[in-house]
């Protein structure tokens, strides 16, 4: 089966560091990675979506990698704020779209 | 325009009884997808429904349903509620969901509690 998997341990980091979350997939590479951000008790918000084709996509303090050897795609936050504090999922299409288990992200002032 | 709308946001039954959850999504999306949320499993994929069809099922027992009404509302339908049922149960709109570029509009979920 087509699985996704993330870092379940939260990551805790400095306001003001970059930010560096990882997604990893099994099996063939997807077509498509997409990112979402989700606050408690709230639905996920769509990030980023990355191509197999592309090597990066970039917004604003947001960077996205997908490196189809390694199977994996990278999520940075530049220069980091207490506002990014959330979980991050991400995301593939197998038809449906599945996620992972998401990384919570806590940045410290 | 309006985002995804669920309704309700919040409510408990008990075990034995049956839930019916609705989601109404963004003017103009077709496809609309029902996840469970709980802490232990994450995300879990319920149903997708494009067109009043049901075009995926994801890994759940008959108990849970959905159907898709001819504007696109969608409602999903839990019977025979178990303790294990408790979750946020989440709704998302698509313009065609599928195998493209599915990026997801969710609406704030509805939270069941079971006891």
């Known amino acids: 089966s087509q699985k996704i998997e993330q870092n379940s341990e939260a990551l805790n980091i400095q306001e003001g560091k970059t930010a560096t979350l990882t997604c990893n997939y099994t099996n063939y590479s997807p077509a498509y990675l997409q990112w979402y951000r989700q606050d408690p008790g709230r639905g996920p918000v769509f990030l980023l979506l990355i191509r197999e084709n592309e090597k990066e996509k970039r917004k604003e303090r947001l960077k996205v990698t997908f490196d189809t050897t390694l199977k994996q795609s990278l999520f940075h936050i530049t220069a980091s704020q207490p506002a990014d504090s959330a979980t991050y999922l991400c995301a593939r299409n197998t038809g449906k779209l599945i996620f992972g288990q998401g990384t919570t992200l806590q940045v410290k002032p | ?115």
Request: include cysteine; charged fraction near 15%.
């Open chain 2, 1 to 115: 325009k309006a985002g995804v709308t669920q309704t309700p946001r919040y409510l408990i039954k008990t075990r034995g009884q049956q839930v019916t959850l609705s989601c109404s999504p963004i003017s103009g999306h077709r496809s609309v997808s029902w996840y469970q949320q709980t802490p232990g499993q994450g995300l879990q994929f319920l149903f997708e429904y494009f067109s009043e069809t049901q075009r995926n099922k994801g890994n759940f027992p008959g108990r849970f349903s959905g159907r898709q009404f001819s504007n696109s509302r969608s409602e999903m339908n839990v019977s025979t509620l178990e303790l294990g049922d408790s979750a946020l149960y989440l709704c998302a709109s698509s313009f065609t969901g599928g195998t493209g570029a599915n990026v997801l509009t969710f609406g704030a979920g509805s939270r069941l509690t079971v006891l």
